[in-house]
């Protein structure tokens, strides 16, 4: 993994809280795919959502608890 890449892969899932999809290539474009990360967090928006079908969670936050 190249530094690049794990560095922006670390700083969307702290943005965004859940990790994004990737291209199905097992020898993708570690750099491209770094930078679109980045353009995510920058701009706030998730283009990975669009681009590989990345599903955010809908439930953030602990378990509900409930007692009878």
């Known amino acids: 993994m190249k530094k ?12 965004f809280k859940y990790t994004p999809n ?9 750099i491209a795919f770094a930078n679109l990360l980045n353009k995510c967090v ?3 928006k998730d283009y990975t ?9 809908t439930h953030f936050g602990g378990w509900d ?4």
Do not use: C, M, R, S
């Not at 690049?4 to 943005?15: G, M, P, T």
């Not at 990737?22 to 474009?29: A, E, L, M, R």
């Not at 608890?65 to 009878?68: R, S």
């Open 4 to 15: 690049e890449f794990e560095k922006a892969l670390y700083n969307f899932i702290h943005h």
């Open 22 to 30: 990737h291209p199905n290539d097992i020898d993708f474009d570690q």
């Open 42 to 44: 920058k701009e706030d």
């Open 49 to 57: 959502i669009e681009l590989y079908g990345t599903v955010p969670p």
């Open 65 to 68: 608890i409930i007692i009878d």
